[in-house]
């Protein structure tokens, strides 16, 4: 039996970046990124809707986030969805959904109006930050031969 748990979402920071540090000295850095869709409504007229998500990066992804993003940044972001619960204060269960981010790319340029080669690029790269971690091994009851042949009977659906 396998399972998915993918999320990819294209929009623009809320807010800028927080990292800190775990007890163990790991970055983490959260944020938060809204994305917009629009529809025609049964009248005719033109709706519109955000949603915003709550992100999560880890090490140096996360010192990347910190050091490149800022809020009104246009970000792809991939991940896993995962879910905190907890009991508040006033004893109501609370719910919190976050998306692990695995990959994040920019797709715009720093703001501010200073040409590639000015003072506010200095030091920094001309290209556009991308990190992808690598992936753990998976573990697989049978050991896998790269020269098996994949069959259409093998896909599970």
């Not at 993003?69 to 109501?92: F, S």
């Amino acid at each position: 039996m396998y399972s998915l748990n993918r999320a990819t979402i294209i929009g623009n920071l809320t807010r800028d970046p927080e990292v800190k540090q775990t007890p163990s000295g790991q970055s983490v850095c959260t944020f938060s990124v809204a994305t917009n869709r629009s529809w025609n409504g049964q009248d005719g007229k033109k709706q519109e809707a955000t949603d915003f998500h709550n992100v999560v990066a880890w090490g140096k992804l996360a010192e990347i986030c910190g050091q490149y993003l800022t809020k009104g940044r246009k970000v792809y972001i991939e991940g896993r969805l995962q879910t905190h619960d907890w009991e508040g204060q006033d004893g109501v269960r609370r719910y919190r959904t976050e998306i692990i981010t695995e990959n994040m790319i920019i797709l715009d340029r720093p703001s501010g109006g200073a040409s590639p080669s000015g003072p506010a690029s200095a030091g920094k790269p001309l290209g556009v930050p991308v990190f992808t971690p690598p992936t753990p091994p998976v573990q697989d009851d049978r050991a896998s031969n790269p020269d098996d042949e994949i069959k259409i009977e093998d896909i599970p659906f």
